[in-house]
C-alpha cells in the first residue's frame, strides 16, 4: 500500500466522506473484496481517473491471510472489466512497489504491458518507493 493506515476509527471518517464524493463525482470507485459464503471483507479494490476521461487507473489490496488464492486476480478482473464497460476507458494503468513480487504476478496475469521502472513512483514515511508501471487497453484485454 503506499498509504499508512489510519491510526483510529475516527481517522476513517474524512477518509470515507472524500471516497463518497469522487464517487458522487466519477472520479473514484472503490469496492471491498468479500468472500461471499462468509460475508468476510478481505480487501479493497479501486479505479480512479487519470488525467485524460478515458484513463483510468487501479489498485487492489488484500488481506495477507488470504493471499495466494486468486481473490487479488480476481477483483482486478472485475475492476478492469467495470472500467472498460461502464467508464469507457481507453486505457487502464496499474503499478507495484519494486519488492511486491505477488503485485507483479497479479499484474502479469491480468495482460497488463510494463511500461516503465519509476524510482520516485510513490512516497511512503517520507521516503521515495520505486515502482514498476504498466498499462493495458481495449484491444489487448480481448486478445487474452
Known amino acids: 500500500m503506499n ?3 489510519p491510526e483510529s ?9 472524500k471516497n463518497i464524493e469522487a464517487w ?7 469496492f471491498t473484496v468479500e468472500l461471499l459464503d462468509a460475508k468476510l471483507p478481505i480487501g479493497r479494490v479501486a479505479i480512479r481517473k487519470e488525467r485524460s476521461p478515458t484513463i483510468w487507473s487501479i489498485g487492489y489490496w488484500v488481506h495477507p491471510e488470504f493471499w495466494n488464492n486468486g481473490y487479488a ?3 482486478a478482473r472485475a475492476i478492469i472489466d467495470f ?3 461502464e ?3 481507453s486505457s487502464i494503468t496499474t503499478a507495484h512497489a519494486l519488492s511486491n513480487s505477488a503485485s507483479k504476478r497479479v499484474i502479469e496475469k491480468l495482460g497488463f504491458i510494463f511500461i516503465r521502472e519509476n524510482p520516485r513512483g510513490f ?6 518507493i ?7 487497453n481495449n484491444k489487448q484485454l480481448y486478445l487474452l
Open 9 to 17: 476509527k475516527k481517522a476513517l471518517v474524512p477518509i470515507l466522506e
Open 123 to 128: 512516497i511512503k514515511a517520507g521516503k521515495p
Open 83 to 85: 472500467g472498460f464497460t
Open 87 to 89: 467508464l469507457n476507458a
Open 73 to 75: 486476480t480476481e477483483a
Open 24 to 30: 458522487m463525482n466519477g472520479d473514484s470507485y472503490i
Open 3 to 5: 498509504w499508512e493506515p
Open 130 to 136: 520505486a515502482e514498476r508501471e504498466y498499462a493495458i
